[in-house]
């Protein structure tokens, strides 16, 4: 076939190849599943009369879309069916699920079914976003397998729904590649490296500054520097983690969402938001930062969730844009 690069691997063949854990392949192609059928729920939307509100709000208060409700079944059912999983947690189920002995395996699966979901409703870019970890030896499977810092993920990844949906994927220490779903085989296939640009690549700030007025000054001084300086940043905001941070990793930049007098902790979750996309920002050459959070300015990998949907502030992109935000934290004192 021309234009087919036919040794690309895929998702399945990319993981097995790298582990030899069969049961690594199974979870992952459980994702994959998921990741294929939210695909098409996501693109048929409109015509499956899927838009709007299912009338229920999730574990942190917001109001759940139908394609909310039917992406946690999906992933649900294709994770609890795979045997390779103990406890999963979603951000739409205020409890984690413990999967029943008779059924379970070594992984425990964090995941936002759909991240983004109030930009379902007008068509713009919305994702999936997963970590993973291992049961603690010895372990039945319980949330405190999984309320665990973030270097503890064996692998963690989102899946983009865009234009082209593109599935990014990092096992731990290893670089973040991304695999494009190719609709003619149903597969996704490796197309990328993950890398963030040398030297910062474009200088982009995202952030919603609607918050600012409650943002600390450090935060301010930074967005205030980078509309500033002689050479102003770009400002690009979808309000979808997953295609902030995507752009974020392929052109650079810097994405934001920091604690603030309304909300000390920010308002990204650790476990299916902040983990996930630090582990692939610091494996594709960059950093991820909380801001001054706890009293320290340090890695999101090293927080330690108090519960399975606790929030903390983001601060993630290329070390020329993260280490203003060090600096100004510096210069306050
Ligand atoms: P929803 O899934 O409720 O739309 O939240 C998405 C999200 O957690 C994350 O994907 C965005 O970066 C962030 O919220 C946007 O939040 P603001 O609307 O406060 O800017
Ligand atoms: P490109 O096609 O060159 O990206 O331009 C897009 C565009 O014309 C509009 O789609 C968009 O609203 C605007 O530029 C963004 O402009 P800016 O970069 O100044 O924010």
Known sequence: ?????????????????????PELVILMNAIALSCKQIAT?????????????AGEQNSTGDDQKMLDVMSNEIMINALRNSGVCSVLVSEEDEDPI????????????????????????????VGTIFGVYEKEPGSKGTTADILRAGDDMICAGYCVYSSA????????????????????????????LMKLPDGGGKTIYSC???????????????????????????????????????????????FIYPADKKSPKGKLRILYEGFPMAMLIEQSGGIASTGLFKGKVGRVMDVIPEDIHDRCPIIMGGARDVK??????KKAG
């Open 324 to 329: 203003i935000v060090y600096d100004m934290y």
């Open 208 to 254: 919603n500054e609607g918050n600012s007025k409650h943002w600390d000054q450090p935060i301010k001084d930074t967005i205030e520097y980078f509309k500033t300086t002689p050479k102003p940043y770009t400002a690009r905001y979808v309000g979808s983690m997953v295609a902030d941070v995507h752009r974020t990793l392929l052109y650079g930049g810097i």
């Open 41 to 53: 729920a996501v693109k048929r939307a409109g015509i499956a009369k899927l838009y709007g509100l």
């Open 1 to 21: 076939m021309s234009g087919v690069d036919v040794n690309a691997p895929t998702l399945g063949s990319f993981v097995m190849r790298n582990t030899k854990d």
């Open 98 to 125: 413990i999967v029943p002995e008779a059924d379970n395996g070594k992984y425990c699966v964090a995941f936002d079914p759909l991240d983004g979901s109030s930009n379902i409703d007008c068509n713009v870019s």
């Open 165 to 192: 949906v593109e599935l990014v994927f990092s096992f731990k220490g290893g670089a973040a590649y991304c695999f494009c779903l190719d609709p003619n085989i149903g597969e996704f296939v490796s197309t990328r």
